[in-house]
């Protein structure tokens, strides 16, 4: 499995595709996280920046995501699952190579914002709360970006394009009686806007409701994956 996952890291580097998320994330950072938060509210507005940073983030980890498991040509992949004779271990590798990259673009996009929240001295639960969100957070990301990649969806086009709807029928999902279907972005960012311990306190809640969504929505992956020829 490890080797598995690093073999699929080290092409999708080699391969240059991971400049496409990384440069987005440089400029999100370089233009929008660059200028610290400032005036009374420099604590509350830091731990903002966490909820907004895993909002944005959850398309680029999607995107980010489907690049990485479209790298590995597709004889490639089938010579992967005869020779480890399990179809659910490369399946499981992809998963893990796509949710760590995607952890190091959130380390990258996260390390601004850390050190300036820690500069205006937010509460230590709320910056915990909000790493752990940006952690979470990826999973659903990750698992979107898998569902739109080519061993699923062949076609490129209608692969992009079933990634960006599915990004706004999550967003109009949230906002709806439907809410509990959606990644719950609307309620995370909604707790960070009203304070730290509000976020705080919210924190548990959404926990749970990412990792069931993560949970059901990633065994329907698996087993779609395995039946595909």
Known sequence: ????????????VRSLRVLQPFIVVALFVALVLGQGPGGPDASDLAVRTFADVAAVMFPVW??????LLDTQP?????????????????????L??????????????????LAQAVQAGSPGSAILAGCGLNVLVAV????????????????PGVSLLTLLGGVLALLLL????????????????RAAHDGPDAFTSAFPAVALRLLLWSGAVGALYIAAARHRP
């Open 174 to 189: 949230g906002i709806g009686p439907l809410a509990w279907l959606s990644v719950p972005m609307i309620e995370w960012l």
């Open 1 to 12: 499995m490890i080797a598995l996952v690093r073999f699929q890291i080290e092409g999708y």
């Open 62 to 67: 999607a995107w980010a995501a489907r690049a």
């Open 140 to 155: 659903p990301g990750t698992l979107l970006g898998a569902w739109t990649s080519r061993a699923l969806i062949p076609d």
């Open 74 to 94: 597709d004889e490639q992949r089938a010579l992967t699952a005869t020779a480890v004779r399990r179809p659910s271990v490369p399946i499981w590798a992809g």
């Open 96 to 113: 893990l190579a796509a949710y760590a990259t995607n952890l190091c673009l959130g380390f990258l996009a996260l390390v601004i914002p």
